[in-house]
């Protein structure tokens, strides 16, 4: 966590690097009701631009010439920009239209900051690339409206130009409806002129400001060092931002502003806003907001979110597009205190090296120092990285129970352990009477039945799938079978898996990864299922021909022991697969996050059937499917407490790679099994060593396998089932690759545990 004092460092510091994303930044919107788009800059590296619009009429084809841009500003129905290659202003409207409306007298001049108002920009003289602290006079232009609305020209303008501040020099500035506001450079002041400017009621303040930002008749900005927000103009409800908040960028819309908190990286707006609608939980690093909706580039994962200003006037379809985008702003400079560089590498593709056009080029963005609710901060900023939050539900140790508010939970937790050691002091004497009084009274009834019937089987091969010849476990009321989907998949409308996860909310999600997010849904029929959304990287990086092989492959596989596809859905761009919904859970989280505790029996035979489901994918998929990804939290379990393998979506390999890459799998299996004999995670830093492979396989090479045995789980009368466990796990995780068992071997070999029925 950090302290105070780096806090204050922080806001003292970042006065050079920061800027108000509504005036000048990565996204942008362009106003009005039926011209109003959005533009971003992408994180290709090639700094191209992504727009898209809230009719159909507006197609990313009406964009396709734009050029790549630095920076992005956005008017009434029109968009600028400065030119990623040339420092040249250049502006476009919702038609793609390009540089006439950048007037020839300003077009081959060079500028360091722009910014759009309703029908004028502003741009600041300079070099966007100079690399120190930018500053200069500044141009003015407007740009007309003909009497065809969609008609847009440009022209020098004599409205907007003010002797007074010819010789001023700005570092960021600002435009709305009929006025400019800049910051001059060394003493600081906020300016403003143009026709409307009497109306913002400020001439020249003398405060110092981290980021600038204006609505059509209010202006607002992050005052340092305190980050807080003041607004200026004449309309009061512009003017209520919330006290005694931290933000590092600010956008405004026509009567209301957003900003991003420096705490959570979260967004608050005020004004003529519909609070309700904001994401709770995603950070983002940029935003910006037009008159209809809000968007911006979460720091999760680079893409865009969108959320509307009012739900009942939100355009029927609207989605933005699948793609990632550039975090913030390229530049030359070292960042400061209080900020880190953004690296690449984040986005975890091998083809992104840079978001960047240039190698020298880089992205300060700020570091956030506190983490939404839910989740807590498990890493502090670094130069190359931001804090790292984690979801609550993986806190394991004292460092984060206060911030999660699990202190009381904690403390029962404590008190069922000490319950469970009396229990393991008394219990084997109590139940060894118990059994000796039971066994004497079913003793005739036993033999009988045996004598009748003959032997029962002791082993099923699924839960939830009767034996042929005899319920394993003599259950008086057997599981009902678990229903496999059909042989072919079934092919689902998006409007209907819309309805089920309603709209995708994060009430409805049930997890994430680095194929999307995964959704709990109801289907019309009544059918609880979960639906895998693709996120865009998945989507950028994975074209229709390759998605159409690996949904090939994954309609054949079927088995009780793996979580089976039910149907797809490809519509609007989307990739969105719909699997069985698994009631119970991840292994992982009734392991390590406090579920409903599993018995031995529950254990061994949990691990026989994971050992299944690998094998079926191994040996008996058509193609191979070897998984890459085997966790306690890619194990889920059903209705009836049966282990599924999910998440396994590597179908192709060459023929040489392919035994190597299953003994990668056999190798992390025997990590679970590990996790299941030890009730520890696979890395816990509150343990040493941490890594549980290095901890456990010396004590079960020296024949000390009992050290392992979770003992906050009753143990069984009879231990050797769980010594086997652990000879299997080791033999699992071997170093030399060729040393370790096929995954039929460990089957067969847990499958015989199982069997013999020793847990009692």
Request: aromatic content about 10%; hydrophobic content about 35%.
């Amino acid at each position: 966590m950090l302290s105070l004092s780096s806090i204050l460092l922080f806001f003292s510091s970042i006065s050079i690097t920061a800027y108000g994303f509504g005036s000048m930044g990565p996204i942008s919107a362009a106003f009005g009701r039926d011209d109003s788009f959005f533009c971003a800059i992408d994180a290709s590296g090639k700094q191209a631009v992504i727009c898209w619009g809230m009719s159909p009429e507006m197609t990313s084809e009406n964009f396709t010439t734009i050029p790549p841009m630095a920076a992005l500003s956005g008017g009434e129905g029109f968009m600028c920009g400065i030119l990623a290659n040339t420092s040249q202003a250049y502006c476009w409207d919702s038609y793609g239209t390009g540089n006439d409306l950048v007037p020839p007298f300003y077009r081959y001049n060079n500028y360091s900051f722009i910014a759009a108002g309703k029908n004028h920009v502003c741009a600041i003289k300079g070099n966007y690339y100079s690399g120190t602290s930018n500053s200069g006079s500044v141009d003015c232009w407007e740009v007309v409206h003909g009497s065809n609305s969609s008609t847009l020209t440009s022209k020098q303008s004599t409205l907007f130009y003010d002797q007074s501040i010819d010789s001023l020099l700005f570092v960021k500035i600002v435009s709305g409806d009929g006025f400019s506001c800049g910051v001059v450079k060394d003493d600081e002041e906020l300016f403003c002129w143009g026709p409307s400017s009497t109306n913002i009621r400020v001439s020249k303040i003398s405060e110092n400001f981290l980021g600038l930002s204006s609505s059509r008749s209010s202006v607002c900005g992050i005052v340092k060092p305190s980050g807080e927000v003041k607004c200026w103009g004449k309309d009061d409800s512009n003017s209520d931002p919330p006290s005694g908040v931290r933000f590092v960028a600010l956008t405004g819309g026509s009567r209301h502003f957003c900003g991003i908190r420096a705490d959570t990286h979260g967004v608050d707006c005020w004004g003529g806003f519909n609070a309700s609608s904001i994401p709770k939980r995603s950070g983002f690093f940029a935003i910006a907001t037009s008159d209809i909706a809000a968007c911006g580039i979460r720091e999760e994962d680079l893409v865009l979110d969108c959320w509307f200003i009012n739900e009942s006037t939100a355009p029927p379809e609207y989605n933005p597009p699948l793609q990632l985008c550039s975090p913030g702003l390229c530049s030359p400079r070292s960042c400061d205190v209080g900020e880190f560089a953004f690296n690449a590498s984040a986005l975890n593709e091998p083809e992104l090296t840079n978001v960047c056009i240039r190698k020298d080029l880089h992205i300060c963005s700020s570091c956030g120092t506190n983490c939404s609710s839910g989740y807590f901060l498990s890493s502090p900023c670094t130069d190359n990285a931001d804090r790292e939050c984690t979801a609550c539900s993986l806190c394991q140790n004292s460092s984060c129970w206060g911030v999660c508010g699990l202190a009381e939970v904690e403390l029962k937790k404590r008190h069922q352990r000490q319950m469970q050691k009396i229990v393991l002091i008394l219990g084997p004497s109590i139940a060894g009477f118990l059994l000796i009084l039971i066994g004497w009274c079913l003793f005739p009834y036993l033999y009988f039945f045996k004598a009748k019937d003959g032997p029962t089987k002791q082993f099923r091969s699924c839960i939830g799938k009767k034996d042929p010849e005899c319920d394993a476990n003599g259950d008086p009321n057997p599981p009902i079978p678990i229903a496999h989907c059909p042989e072919e998949a079934q092919i689902f409308r998006l409007s209907e898996l819309k309805d089920a996860t309603n709209g995708f909310k994060e009430f409805n999600e049930l997890g994430r990864g680095s194929y999307g997010f995964v959704y709990k849904a109801l289907l019309p029929d009544g059918r609880q299922v979960a639906v895998k959304r693709a996120n865009a990287a998945t989507i950028i990086h994975t074209n229709i021909r390759e998605f159409e092989n690996e949904l090939e492959i994954l309609c054949k596989l079927r088995h009780c022991n793996i979580v089976n596809l039910l149907g797809y859905c490809t519509e609007m761009g989307e990739r969105l697969l719909v699997y069985e919904y698994m009631t119970h859970g991840t292994l992982h989280d009734h392991l390590h996050n406090g579920l409903s505790p599993l018995s031995w029996t529950f254990r061994l035979r949990i691990a026989m059937q994971a050992a299944k489901g690998l094998e079926y994918l191994h040996m008996e998929a058509n193609p191979p499917v070897v998984h890459r990804d085997v966790k306690t939290s890619n194990i889920l379990l059903d209705t009836d407490w049966g282990a599924r393998i999910s998440d396994f979506g590597c179908l192709n390999f060459n023929e040489k790679d392919l035994g190597e890459d299953m003994k990668n799998d056999v190798f992390n299996f025997g990590v679970v099994l590990l996790e299941i004999l030890s009730g520890r995670k696979a890395y816990d830093v509150d343990y040493s060593p941490p890594n549980i492979v290095e901890w456990a396989v010396p004590l079960i090479r020296r024949g000390k396998a009992a050290a392992l045995i979770d003992r906050y789980v009753a143990l069984p009368r009879n231990v050797e089932p769980l010594l086997k466990l652990a000879d299997i796990a080791e033999s699992a995780v071997r170093e030399n690759s060729s040393d370790r068992p096929t995954m039929s071997a460990i089957a067969n070999s847990l499958e015989q545990i199982v069997k013999e029925g020793l847990i009692l």
